[in-house]
């Protein structure tokens, strides 16, 4: 019998022995297979030999940042949020390890939410002008939902501090940057004063920020409607307004020089357009937006920052096995988000 391969990140053993007795219906042997678009955190499809499936995360195998993948906090939103159906859709939390000698790292598991994931253009080449609409408006209209929860009332309320949001992210991906760095990036510096210099005063109260919303980390069930919301690992209590404005930024559009997302599922020409989107928001935020150069440049440096944790994880040979650009080439995308925000600023 030939052995089971190698799992990056998975004490097989150790780990289906503790899932075993945390998920006693569970049927061994188990299945584990990396999810190629689970994000930073490794996120593996486990299937038990009955064929029930669900969702193991934990963090890279090397080069994590404790304030970008602690599972605890993850573990913590997910469960405050399922207690809380159906407001806000999230898989079922199962179990949570808190011995890292299990794995390596404190993990979890949750129950697979079958649906679709709009992760590109192919995914949401079926949908029509009506369904893409539909799923529009559920996709905002969630993130709405998630900004209209009481933070405190959910158990959620010392998730984050209540002021100053922006001014946090910028120092937190400044430093999230420093910790990892391989390289030096003026522009990075540059703009960090910038942005640090112009913030907007925050026009709405505190509430969640997921940090990376977008079709990529929802599912969409038969209705094209959000049925669960995934990938909360950047998650705290922050400006509704930032949170939205950065979500917008991955709704790309036909003509775009220069996208997060090159085969953005709403380059589509079924698809509304930005400004839709904005209205939407406004609609069922019943919030107007302002402030949106500032917004867009602060979104494209913290972009860079992020994407720059994954040239400096690539560097290290610490990527965890996700497929991903050669390090030059990523090292390039960093350089023109900056480049971006630099010419939005003025």
């Known amino acids: ?6 799992l990056k990140g998975i004490d097989r053993e150790r780990v289906v022995d503790w899932l075993a007795q945390e998920l006693p219906d569970l049927v061994v042997p188990l299945s584990f297979r990396l999810i190629a678009a689970g994000g930073s955190n490794l996120t593996y499809r486990v299937e038990d030999a009955r064929g029930a499936v669900f969702v193991l ?7 994590a940042l404790a304030t ?18 159906p407001a806000v859709p999230v898989p079922r939390p199962l179990a949570y390890c808190a011995d890292e000698t299990i794995t390596g790292a404190q993990f979890y598991a949750m129950s697979f939410v079958d649906g679709l994931i709009l992760r590109d253009a192919g995914a949401a080449a079926s949908l029509d002008a ?15 939902a998630l900004h209209a929860l009481d933070p405190v009332a959910i158990g959620l309320g010392d998730l984050g501090r209540h002021e100053g949001y ?31 210099a ?13 940090g990376d919303y977008r079709f990529d980390n929802t599912v969409l069930g038969a209705d094209h409607r959000v049925c669960a919301v995934l990938d909360w690992e950047l998650c705290t209590i922050g400006d509704p307004v930032a949170d939205f404005y950065w979500s917008l930024m991955y709704w790309a559009e036909p003509g775009d020089d220069i996208t997060l997302l090159p085969d953005a599922p709403t380059r589509l020409p079924q698809f509304p ?16 937006l302002a402030d949106a150069d500032f917004f867009a440049a602060f979104g494209w440096w913290k972009q860079a920052c992020i994407v720059e944790g994954v040239y400096a994880r690539l560097v290290k040979g610490a990527s965890g096995g996700m497929k991903t ?3 030059e080439q990523v090292a390039r995308i960093v350089e023109r988000y900056l480049e971006r925000a630099a010419r939005l600023l003025g």
């Open 273 to 288: 357009r930005r400004a839709e989107v904005v209205a939407c928001y406004e609609e069922f935020s019943g919030v107007p």
């Open 166 to 196: 922006v001014a946090r992210q910028l120092a937190r991906w400044r430093r999230q940057v420093e910790a990892s760095k391989t390289r030096d990036l003026p522009l990075l510096e540059t703009l960090h004063e910038r942005l640090s």
């Open 325 to 327: 650009a050669p390090p």
């Open 130 to 144: 009506v369904q893409a609409r539909v799923a529009m408006r559920s996709l905002v209209a969630t993130q709405a």
């Open 57 to 63: 995360r934990r963090p890279p195998v090397a080069g």
């Open 68 to 85: 970008a993948h602690d599972m605890s906090r993850e573990w913590r939103i997910m469960r405050a949020l399922a207690a809380n159906a």
């Open 198 to 210: 112009q913030i907007p005063a925050q026009t709405r109260p505190s509430a969640l920020a997921h």
């Open 1 to 6: 019998m030939s052995e089971a391969p190698v």
